[in-house]
């Protein structure tokens, strides 16, 4: 079991930048892939960005060059760094996990989410 604890969410001008963070409880942090959801007013919750256990990203076109996933296992946490933000990219943003190598469509364990919002 894991709990997932969001943070970094706020109000940004179009073209800004935000990171989000996601600390994990529990022991095998190293063991979990790792993710981030959205999910818009009046839209369904949509996968943003995954990290496996290696490290190795993938991320949804629509934010590839601009959003960067990153996890620190020490300090049991994954970021992501998000760039160049468009009004579009408002949403509740949600940290998943699985103890998979890579992060299924739909994972075991959510965070509560943090909310970001762009502004034109």
């Known amino acids: 079991q894991v709990q997932l604890v969001e943070s970094g969410g706020g109000l940004v001008q179009a073209g800004g930048s935000l990171r989000l963070s996601c600390a994990a409880s529990?022991?095998?942090?190293?063991?979990?892939?790792m993710g981030w959801f959205r999910q818009a007013p009046g839209k369904e919750r949509e996968f943003v960005a995954r990290?496996?256990?290696?490290?190795?990203?993938g991320y949804t076109d629509s934010v590839k060059g601009r959003f960067t996933i990153s996890r620190d296992n020490a300090k049991k946490t994954v970021y992501l760094q998000m760039n160049t933000l468009k009004p579009e990219d408002t949403a509740v943003y949600y940290c998943?996990?699985?103890?998979?190598?890579?992060?299924?469509?739909?994972?075991?364990?959510w965070g509560k989410g943090t909310l970001v919002t762009v502004s034109s």
């Open positions: 529990g022991r095998t942090f190293s063991t979990y892939s």
């Open positions: 990290i496996s256990w290696g490290g190795v990203p």
């Open positions: 998943a996990a699985d103890e998979t190598v890579v992060l299924p469509s739909r994972p075991r364990f």
